[in-house]
């Protein structure tokens, strides 16, 4: 998969469904950098985050299992990742961190990740 | 045994210099430098002076009682204040225009059209094009679906958005459109009126929009409403995407808010200035008065009440009323300051011109005998007050390897800046004048738009660098540095202050470049061009040449690019400026406390 197009990979557990992943791709959608999902048997974020950051041209990468969604980068450690927040609260969080995984993409400041708290 | 403490009580800092007299000679044993307790020159300070001089001791490995007798400074009576005033002001009448920069607008390209609310879409029939505005009620793929839906029977050219969805809706549409997003007072957009939008490509800025000319080929626009759309096209120049719509009693103006005229007071004659006139005028009026007794502002204008303000922040600090207070210095810069404009839709800033002004206001002698009675008191050691802090401070700065007399000294606090020179044959002259440390911070903070003074001061004191990746940093110079552990993410790619207790992320979305040139020119403005008017003032001849060595103290000498700034603009008068070293050891510290230890081995030897 290395050999894809320049994307921010999203590796996924199998049972998340695409509504879930909805407000997330949205968020990577509106910074303009394209991304690519797939889904996986694994339950550990920080596995699916790091596999999927070692797979994607950009060097970043985003896991999604078990309430939680993981940023990191090909440069960190597995048990090390850039970024770790619950996943599907409701609110905008979840375009926030889409938003901000393209942002790293990008080089250009973060959003806050809980704006008002 | 002979030992002293000469103690130098400042308004960030006592400092202390302990020394030991053995026959001839004075041995300096120890310093200490510790943050002042309480406003200077009030009771609160000793607390403060008896702890310095504990560590002082420690360090000498020496105890309280080997003390023969303390020498405090006879402080220099003067304070400063710090007040900025803008000049002019953008208003906007009836919301004819947005001009802003959204992180990721929609589409490309102009379109021109009549507002239409996208509820109305739907039952909406007409040949004109249209320009659909959507409040964030209406997710993006309700507006793309809405938008697809009326593009069958009616011309749409353009969207105005209050979401930050402009580019979703964008890869959701048929037919593209320009799209600016962002727009937070979205309810103030006028529907029903002939509107022009335009987005440019990334890394470009808007073209026709800023254009007076695109403007009137858009608008069908005569001679005379060209002249008029002059300031509208004006405030629209560098944003990305830009909303122009044209109502009856629409405007943009530039308005000149009345700044008022200053007086400067002197012996026998005044001089009136108009603020509105610019920093030149103002110094140059400054300059015509000799021996400026005091300095007003015109009532009822804005730098009338802005000297006012100052007065009576004086008043209170000196327990005097604000009429007794004489401002007997003062220094303006012309500053540029972002300011909200009134009337804007979608959080516009524009540049607005100000004027910047530092006073200084002569205050009684502090109340540094009732101090040292205090002090002599609680320790049982006698204290006296030694001589005028300037002497003090010039005897200290002679210790600074290769100095010599004729040497003019200059001390560039928070509050005032100090100069003296000392002769030949040992007379001197001191002088302060106002703008310092504050005057710089307070230009840091309005030029960068800051909201709180803090952050101010971190920039004007210590250097930047931009987080690049998760690992590395570029600093001001262009040198990267490396880090095992990954940066935090509130850092990431965003400008930091180079704090010694770690790097601190800046909230403004400036580069790098702009926020070091907002500092070094701030610097520049005020401690250059203090630095070249003190030493005018305390030279025998009026002239900056005839003084062969500056040497800079206290607390601003410690930055790390003033010295340098400093030095760079006295190197064309062929003066030799730089850092005092004094004693050879303690850095630009440590000047007046040394000076009075000094002064008192001096005084016993002669007797």
């Not at chain 2, 103030?188 to 080929?217: D, Q, Y």
């Not at chain 2, 005044?270 to 140059?284: K, L, Q, Y």
């Not at chain 2, 003066?575 to 406390?593: F, L």
Request: net charge negative; hydrophobic share 45%.
């Amino acid at each position: 998969m290395i050999d894809g197009p320049p994307a921010i990979c999203v590796h996924v557990h199998e049972a998340t469904t695409d509504a879930h992943l909805a407000d997330l791709l949205l968020g990577i959608e509106e910074e303009g950098v394209p991304v690519e999902v797939s889904r996986h048997d694994h339950l550990n974020p920080l596995v699916l985050a790091h596999d999927a950051a070692v797979t994607s041209r950009l060097g970043i990468g985003l896991g999604v299992a078990l309430d939680y969604v993981v940023i990191t980068t090909d440069k960190l450690p597995e048990h090390r990742p850039y970024v770790a927040r619950y996943f599907a609260r409701g609110g905008r969080a979840d375009r926030i961190v889409g938003s901000n995984a393209a942002r790293i993409v990008k080089r250009i400041p973060l959003r806050d990740f809980a704006p008002g708290t | 045994m002979g030992m002293v403490a000469g103690i130098d009580i400042g308004n960030a800092t006592t400092e202390v210099a302990l020394a030991e007299r053995r026959g001839e000679e004075l041995v300096f044993l120890a310093s200490s430098t510790i943050p002042t307790t309480g406003i200077k020159g009030t009771e609160a300070n000793i607390k403060g002076v008896v702890h310095a001089l504990r560590v002082a001791l420690d360090r000498a490995g020496r105890s309280m009682d080997h003390v023969e007798v303390i020498r405090i400074n006879e402080a220099a009576p003067v304070i400063g204040d710090v007040a900025m005033e803008t000049i002019t002001e953008t208003i906007i009448t009836e919301s004819t225009m947005i001009g802003h920069n959204p992180a990721t607008p929609g589409g490309l390209g102009i379109g021109v059209g009549t507002t239409i609310s996208i509820d109305d879409l739907a039952s909406a029939s007409t040949a004109e094009p249209l320009i659909v505005v959507a409040d964030h009620s209406h997710p993006h793929d309700d507006v793309a679906r809405r938008l697809n839906h009326a593009s069958g029977h009616l011309t749409i050219t353009g969207a105005i958005m209050q979401a930050d969805d402009g580019n979703l809706v964008h890869n959701r549409l048929h037919t593209k459109i320009p799209i600016v997003d962002e727009v937070s007072l979205i309810d103030k957009v006028p529907l029903g009126m002939l509107a022009a939008i335009e987005v440019a490509e990334v890394g470009r800025i808007v073209e026709t929009l800023s254009n007076p000319f695109g403007l009137a080929t858009l608008f069908g626009l005569d001679s005379g409403d060209t002249k008029q759309v002059v300031p509208l096209a004006r405030s629209l120049v560098g944003n990305r995407s830009a909303v122009v719509i044209k109502t009856p009693a629409g405007d943009v103006k530039e308005r000149r808010i009345p700044a008022g005229t200053l007086t400067f007071r002197g012996e026998n004659r005044h001089v009136d200035v108009d603020v509105d006139r610019g920093s030149e005028e103002i110094m140059a009026a400054a300059q015509q008065v000799r021996h400026v007794e005091d300095i007003v502002g015109e009532p009822g204008t804005n730098v009338g009440g802005m000297m006012e303000k100052v007065r009576v922040t004086m008043g209170q600090l000196t327990n005097h009323s604000p009429r007794d207070i004489r401002i007997t210095d003062l220094l303006a810069v012309d500053t540029q300051v972002p300011q909200q404009v009134a009337g804007g839709i979608a959080n516009e800033f524009s540049m607005e011109a100000a004027v910047g002004i530092a006073v200084m206001v002569k205050t009684d002698r502090l109340q540094m005998q009732r101090i040292a009675t205090d002090m002599a008191a609680e320790l049982g050691i006698p204290v006296e007050v030694g001589g005028v802090e300037a002497d003090m401070a010039i005897r200290g700065a002679l210790t600074t390897p290769g100095t010599a007399v004729p040497l003019a000294i200059l001390d560039i606090g928070a509050g005032s800046t100090d100069a003296s020179v000392m002769h030949a044959d040992g007379s001197g002259t001191s002088i302060h004048l106002a703008g310092a440390g504050n005057m710089v911070t307070l230009m840091i903070q309005s030029e960068l738009g800051l909201d709180s003074w803090d952050a101010a001061e971190d920039i004007k004191r210590y250097p930047l660098a931009r987080v690049e990746t998760v690992f590395n940093i570029r600093h001001e110079d262009g040198t990267v540095q490396f880090f095992e552990e990954p940066l935090p993410p509130h850092a990431y790619a965003r400008v930091v202050v180079l704090k010694p207790e770690g790097m601190v992320p800046l909230d403004i979305d400036l580069p790098l470049e702009t926020i070091r040139q907002v500092r070094v020119r701030a610097k520049e403005r005020v401690f250059v061009t203090n630095a070249v008017r003190a030493l005018r003032k305390v030279s025998p001849t009026a002239n900056v040449r005839d003084i062969d060595f500056v040497v800079l103290v206290g607390g601003s000498a410690l930055d790390f690019e003033i010295p340098q700034l400093v030095t760079k603009a006295l190197a064309e008068y062929r003066v030799v400026a730089g850092r005092a070293n004094i004693r050879g050891t303690e850095g630009p510290r440590n000047a007046v406390a040394t000076g009075l230890a000094l002064s008192w081995a001096q005084e016993k030897g002669a007797r």
